[in-house]
Structures are given as C-alpha cells and as structure tokens.
C-alpha cells in the first residue's frame, strides 16, 4: 500500500494562502488516480477538493475553482495543493488519497489529514 504524509497545514487568515504537500512513497507516476479531499468540522464525510483521474485531468470541486491549484512533482513524488484567496469555508482536515492498481485491484490510501484553519 503506498504510504501518504501530508504536510503544511496551518493557521491562516481569509485572503491568505497555504500550499500542502503530499509526500507518496512511490513515484506518483504509477498511481492511477490522486487527489486531495476534506473533512470540514461537524461533517462526516470527506469531499474532493481536487482529484486526477486517470485521463490527466484535474477536478475541482464548484467552491474552490479559480483558487486552488494541485500539482505534481515526479522528481520528488510529491503532490501539491496550492491554495489561494483562502475563506473560512475552507476550514477543514485535509487528506491526501491514492489509488494503485494492484494485480487488477485498486488499492486506496489515504494520508493523516493536516488542519487548515482559515479565521475571518
């Protein structure tokens, strides 16, 4: 299963900015599918943020379109979430996810989480 370590959450104000990274411990490369996701207080569930599927194709969910932005880094199979114009809204746990295709089977992991808090 491939390890996943986040890092970079924080406290921020509305209008700042965070970046998080994902460290994977396999070249990214070979995943079939990655992403962020989040866990806002009081939820249950946890909502994609930005997910690229197998075509290359990143999506972003509605609500953060236009300010966050992830990236890949094959160099450092790192996976990176740069995130602008940051809005109380944001406020969440953060978690990376992957996918690898085992033996035809897909194998999923997901990092700890790292807080972001954004303050109004």
């Known amino acids: 299963q491939v390890q996943l370590v986040e890092s970079g959450g924080g406290l921020v104000q509305a209008g700042g900015s965070l970046e998080l990274s994902c460290a994977a411990s396999?070249?990214?490369?070979?995943?079939?599918?990655m992403g962020w996701y989040r866990q806002a207080p009081g939820k249950d569930e946890r909502q994609p943020v930005a997910?690229?599927?197998?075509?290359?194709?990143?999506r972003y969910a509605d609500s953060v379109k236009g300010r966050f932005t992830m990236s890949g880094d094959n160099t450092k199979n790192t996976m990176n979430l740069q995130m602008k114009n940051l809005e109380p809204g944001d406020t969440a746990v953060y978690y990376c996810?992957?996918?690898?295709?085992?033996?035809?089977?897909?194998?999923?992991?997901w990092g700890q989480g790292t807080q972001v808090t954004v303050s109004s």
């Open positions: 997910v690229i599927l197998g075509d290359g194709i990143t």
């Open positions: 396999i070249s990214i490369s070979r995943l079939k599918v």
């Open positions: 996810y992957a996918v690898q295709l085992i033996d035809s089977r897909n194998d999923e992991s």
